[in-house]
């Protein structure tokens, strides 16, 4: 069985208005991941992800990989540094510059950590030259962690200096080729929201530095948010909030206007990047062309504390059901309690077997075994955490047949070991990924 008691989870509670390492607490995704020992900060914009934060942060990472590669992408690591002279080439390096963190070597050679890839993946299809139409689209992804020197990092993980990102780039013959890649992309994102229950708008957005011919941002509403969205209740159509005002561009009505946080960013480049970096496929006839480019990104680490600021309360976290630490926790009887004289941890061990024979559930069980706290106490804090499936082994658990305390989504029940099974087989029949 896996013990809440061995978890590394440093619980701290934060006093109202404190600072923790001189940074404001300006969020309650920030505020409750602190508080319930999932996350430290380091320095200003870095933090470690404990053990749980973790444990989230690999779900959420394999939903996206298991999503992306539903649309045909291919998964690749490129170095974490990339170096400043692709860049210079691009224009890059100076236009965005004051977000970058660079560094030398010891033959006085610039690099940089990259926040994003389009160069060096231009540069990487360059190497290969030629290839061949027959080869092309191909669609790259990676799965790592990116850098951006923001000016001011804020909000926790939602604006930090140091985040795990979902950077992927599709090679194409043609304009027509890159749309229809970006239309199997967007496709793999409304999966992945779908499966994490998360209402993401897409809306038109402007290219800014990156370049390219046009652009979607996704963006997750939630009060938090830096950015602001119009939401048509008419016809739902999202677009961001500019100069054109609050009516619905579509169907001319007042739009709803939601603060939003942008989780992904999605791009055709065009041939900004394999032009200036001489990366050609060769047609059928004629000579080479430079590469058409489309690029994809999700902020990941961010997407998590995002759907927190999405779901939760101000005084307890809700998860995505698929990316909980832990989607069930069991507490057993308090030491001493009559049900403790009467079954021990014996009825705890029947509903962890119950629990694990669920398919989706197997492994992803957790045992609350700090048997001097009452029930009552072992049950605020798991609220507080918020595990999906929460079953306490309270007075019932004595009873003939023993039932226990369920709360799935909130609502309590009393049942059986039985019908907990039954019940968990039916809501998990299969984690909801990509149809
Ligand atoms: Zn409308």
Not at 215 to 230: F, M, N, P, R, V
């Amino acid at each position: 069985m896996r013990y809440l008691s061995r978890i590394f989870q440093p619980v701290i509670t934060i006093p109202k208005n404190a600072k923790i390492k001189n940074t404001e607490i300006t969020c309650k995704s920030q505020k409750l991941l602190l508080e319930c020992g999932l996350v430290r900060p380091t320095t200003s914009g870095f933090f470690t992800l404990l053990p749980l934060a973790r444990r989230a942060l690999d779900k959420l990472e394999n939903l996206i990989k298991t999503c992306i590669e539903s649309s045909g992408a291919q998964r690749l690591s490129l170095p974490a540094l990339t170096s400043a002279g692709l860049w210079a080439k691009t224009g890059r390096l100076e236009n965005a510059a004051a977000e970058l963190l660079t560094l030398e070597d010891r033959h006085n050679k610039k690099y940089l950590l990259a926040p994003t890839y389009e160069e060096a993946i231009a540069e990487l299809l360059s190497d290969l030259k030629p290839i061949s139409y027959k080869q092309l689209p191909i669609i790259l992804y990676q799965i790592s962690n990116k850098y951006r020197d923001e000016l001011r990092p804020k909000h926790g993980l939602l604006r930090a200096r140091e985040f795990s990102m979902l950077d992927a780039y599709g090679a194409h013959a043609s304009s027509a080729c890159a749309l229809q890649v970006y239309g199997r992309m967007a496709t793999a994102y409304e999966h992945l929201f779908r499966a994490l229950h998360l209402k993401v708008h897409k809306v038109e957005a402007p290219s800014g530095d990156m370049g390219g011919s046009f652009s979607h941002e996704w963006q997750l509403a939630a009060t938090s948010g830096e950015d602001q969205i119009k939401v048509c209740p008419s016809c739902s159509h999202a677009a961001l909030l500019n100069d054109e005002g609050t009516r619905c561009q579509s169907c001319g009505k007042d739009a709803e206007i939601l603060q939003s946080i942008e989780v992904g960013h999605t791009f055709i480049l065009g041939t900004k990047y394999s032009e200036a970096l001489e990366a050609t496929y060769c047609p059928p006839s004629g000579p080479p062309l430079p590469i058409i480019m489309s690029c994809y990104g999700i902020g990941i680490t961010r997407l998590l504390a995002a759907s927190l600021e999405a779901l939760s309360t101000e005084k307890a976290l809700r998860w995505p059901k698929a990316i909980a630490p832990y989607s069930a926790i069991i507490i057993g009887p308090k030491e001493g309690s009559k049900e403790w004289n009467d079954h021990g941890m014996d009825q705890v061990k029947l509903v962890y077997d119950a629990l694990n024979s669920v398919p989706a559930l197997r492994s992803d069980v957790l045992v609350d075994d700090r048997h001097g706290l009452t029930i009552g106490k072992r049950l605020l804090m798991a609220d507080k955490m918020g595990y999906p499936i929460v079953i306490a082994c309270g007075k019932e658990s004595s009873s003939n047949p023993p039932r226990y305390e369920v709360t799935i989504d909130g609502a309590t029940q009393l049942c059986t070991a039985q019908e907990l099974v039954q019940t968990l087989s039916d809501k998990y029949t299969h984690l909801e990924y990509c149809t």
